[in-house]
């Protein structure tokens, strides 16, 4: 009897490989165990076997596995079944996900390029014999690919060579472009040494009887010392002696003090945890009760707390409790509001038993805590990290945290698997049969329309911690403003009386503008022309600090110009305004205060977003300007005064969830200002006063704007009411994209009437040389949704076989919001 396996193969294939094993492998392979098989007339890729059985495949003839990769299983069986969900309900391959979930350093291919780690000295005593041979190579040819090592080693299975120089940190696989999550520096203080003597300390302090504020700072710094008997940073000496940052720096200039950096490393946690949790005050007291009632009914409950109420210390105590019982627990959050001070403050709790996932890290880290988790080991028992570890080995998973639920980040758009990560993660619950947590202070629309429809529970926090008040927040009418002369700049009167009174007081500022750059467009003001992307459908922005025009979508830039290119006017004027505006008006405004900016541009480089973190917190920045990236559940303590430039760019976006979104946002930014003992003030800018957004955000009115938005969503057909599903196709040939959409939505037409929307351009209707058009197909509350998506496959393979349109490519997108 012959043995087969088939497997899955890291690319886009509807269907799984079957290949041939002799009977001692079918013995030995289970799935998900690693083999490297041939694929095409040369490739050899890295699969993952399925299954093992004895049915010959019919259309054609299996293969030969090329080697046998694993011991053990490196997935589990749990994970082939999410995957199979994921595949299956977004409309991908298996071999989509399979790509999407391991580390890349699990799936050595063919095409995988090898080269040389030159950040790690090797001993050659390190290497064993093989490995020398193919470190040796790469002194002489820089990068080395598969076959090459094939040919050197003499023999087929090359991976386990490779995977040992991997560990040893000697070679680098590449796409591997990650950056290091490098530790962060924090700034310290002590007395100088020569001050250790008790009589030299006497004079100094007599000295100093002359400069209170100074003696203040020295005294205080005693006091702190002795009562945490650890070092003492400049920020919490300046907070806990009310000295400026200046003061301080002039006893480190008198050499009083000496300052001295520490390295904060976030990445491996060796300490113990250091403290208990907090107790709850009775808020969070009663939150936690009503969310482990609600457990017993739901499995997923929604935490709906107003910005700063205490949710994580909550999270704290559920973790507690799943821990206890010896079980993991995945605490989600977007990416971006994965930052050091939400992981150090967990490690002070849990110390080593919290491990990160996140994309910064190397794909060798990643490979770690893979192995970690699979092994259930104590230190990946509870894993923080960005959507991709939905896709860790599990084993005994025992609670589901998603915080910031209803970040959009949670959702992958490109490439396939377009999942979102936080629904993965309730399906990925429920097959541990555990429950789910979802945390907001302002939950998405379907999150809460899940609550009223009966299926999650429902438990909220309606007080900040310490009983601090929310914010005041006031609108100012910039048109008024403006025709009253009462406007610096994109600064209103308002604006500068808050911000020149909150730096008075010592205060730190947040400016939020939802754009960077300079400003969005560059028009000439003789003919209207406005420079374009060459490859985009969309006006280049201006970036003052590069003195560039750049385009967002596709990287294109070009230095900008002196003359209209159209009719070679020097009038060239500036259409609205992004980060970098701001920041350069608020600096001419407070010259001497230190503006900053967190936006894509500044957070790029190599260690930028933490920089700017750090930074701001530890009060080297004044006044911080930013995109979105400010809303993501950062913890500022001294935070009392937020300003959101502009309004209604974000109120006329043209989306269906531009009104969600807008009070989503604002009010996520308006809770950065007075997290600790004073009321925080928020001034929205805006031309349109009297929207009923703006009025929903400066009450707080979740209820409100929950209701009116879900009537709109009703009246048009759209989620959570009606499910999307929206396709797009891409070719170079704009005829080609028109005539092929039609096709393809007539064909969706016969199957689903009138709930097809387009084909439509979008609005950037050309990206990078491609045209795009999308079809939208509304599912209705009683359709089935998997006899639509059986259709949708339908129709997809019957367009992909027609000649014309194969090289058209369709993206397909299931809950495309
Ligand atoms: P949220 O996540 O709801 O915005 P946080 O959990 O960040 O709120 O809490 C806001 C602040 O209040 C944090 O600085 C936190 O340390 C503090 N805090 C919350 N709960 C407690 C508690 N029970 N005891 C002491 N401090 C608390
Ligand atoms: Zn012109
Ligand atoms: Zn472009």
Redesign the pocket.
Known sequence: MPYFIDVILPIPLERLFTYSITQAESEFLKAGMRVAVPFGKSKIYTALVFEVHQQQPIAYEAKEIHQILDDAPIITQTQLTHWQWIAEYYLCTLGDVLRAALPNSFLLESETIITKNNDKIINDTDLKDEEFLVYEALHHQSSLKLQDLINILDKKNVFPVINSLLDKDAIVLQEEVYEKYKPKLVRYVKLNSQYSESEKLQHLLEELSRAPKQRDVIMTLFSISAQTKKPVKVSDLSDASEASSAIIKILIDKEILEEYHFQEDRVVYTGEANEAS????SH?EKALEEIQQSFEKFNITLLH?????????VYVKLIEEVIAKGKQVLYLLPEIALTSQLVS?LETYFGGKVSVYHSKYSSHERFELWNNVMQNQPKAQIVLGARSSIFLPFHDLGLVIVDEEHETSFKQFDPAPRYHARDAAIVLASLFKSKTLLGS?TPSLESYYNVKQGKYGLVEITHR??DVLMPDIELVDIQDKQKRKRMTGHFSDRLIEEMTEALRMGHQIILFQNRRGFSPIVECTTCGHAPQCPNCDVSLTFHQYKNQLRCHYCGYYTAMLKNCMACGSVELDNKGFGTEQVQEEAQELFPEHKVGRMDLDTTRGKFGYDKIITAFEQKEIDILVGTQMLTK?L?FRNVKLVGIMNADNMLNFPDFRALERSFQLMLQVA?RAG?TDERGKVLIQTYNPHHRILHQVSTNNYAEMYMEQMDERHNFKYPPVYRLIKITLKHKDFNKVNIGAEWYATGLRQVFKSHILGPEFPPISRIRNQFHKNILVKIPPQQSLSKTKKAIVKINNSFLGIKEFRSVRVILNVDNF
């Open positions: 907090k107790t709850l005050n969070q707390g107003v910005t700063s109420s205490g949710k994580t210390e403050r202070a911690f310490n559940g913890d809770g997290r």
